[in-house]
């Protein structure tokens, strides 16, 4: 069993910043990388950004290049998303996840990750 927790979500101003961050405990001994989804208000859970375990390899959404940026701390098993020129459309349920090892698909896709946290909001007001 991982356990997966969030923290840093909360309310700022459209352009402002804030951090998110994330630490799996538990039987963390097989990890293959961390990301974070987020689920927008009536909408369905969309990929933000992702970080291999290993080497630090990171991908992010399209919507988020350039303004989000996701880092780990591989002895921690902790990762962080350093998010910058927020948007009202950013706002949103963030959920951390974790995953085991490597199969076959896109890291983008939630089916990759076997563990999840509860969540965290994060609300950018206009």
């Known amino acids: 069993q991982v356990y997966v927790e969030e923290s840093g979500g909360g309310l700022v101003q459209a352009g402002g910043s804030l951090q998110l961050s994330c630490t799996a405990s538990g039987r963390t001994v097989s990890n293959y990388a961390m990301g974070w989804f987020r689920q927008p208000p009536g909408q369905g859970r969309e990929f933000v950004a992702a970080?291999?375990?290993?080497?630090?390899?990171?991908t992010h959404a399209d919507s988020v290049r350039g303004r989000f940026a996701i880092s780990r701390d591989r002895a921690l098993n902790t990762v962080i998303l350093q998010m910058n020129s927020l948007e009202v459309e950013d706002t949103a349920v963030y959920y951390c996840?974790?995953?085991?090892?490597?199969?076959?698909?896109?890291?983008?896709?939630?089916?990759?990750?076997?563990?999840w946290g509860q969540g965290t909001q994060v609300t950018v007001s206009s």
């Open positions: 996840a974790y995953s085991l090892g490597w199969r076959l698909g896109d890291i983008t896709d939630a089916r990759m990750f076997d563990y």
């Open positions: 970080v291999l375990l290993s080497d630090g390899q990171t």
